[in-house]
């Protein structure tokens, strides 16, 4: 269970909402960061937006960014 409240569909205000949407036209489902960070709308583009330009960057490998991320849900008792 995260220790921020995910944001769903149906409780979402119609700014949220179209955020939840924007991860279903893009990626066939919600991203669980998109449910978090969209308790602040106005963060989500900008976060979006740096991680993207680190990701296109290509300073760290893919699979070392894999392992670093499922080594950091394993730290936090994240089931990722």
């Known amino acids: 269970m995260p220790r921020i409240p995910e944001i769903d569909e149906v409780n979402a205000t119609p700014e949220q909402h179209a955020l ?37 960057a290509g300073h760290v490998e893919p699979a070392l960014v894999s392992l670093a991320r499922l080594r950091t ?8």
């Open 20 to 56: 939840l949407e924007g991860d279903v036209a893009n990626y066939s489902s919600v991203l669980n960061t998109t449910r978090i960070w969209a308790h602040v709308p106005s963060l989500l583009p900008p976060i979006q937006a740096l991680h993207g330009a680190l990701a296109a």
């Open 73 to 80: 849900a394993q730290i936090n008792g994240c089931p990722f």
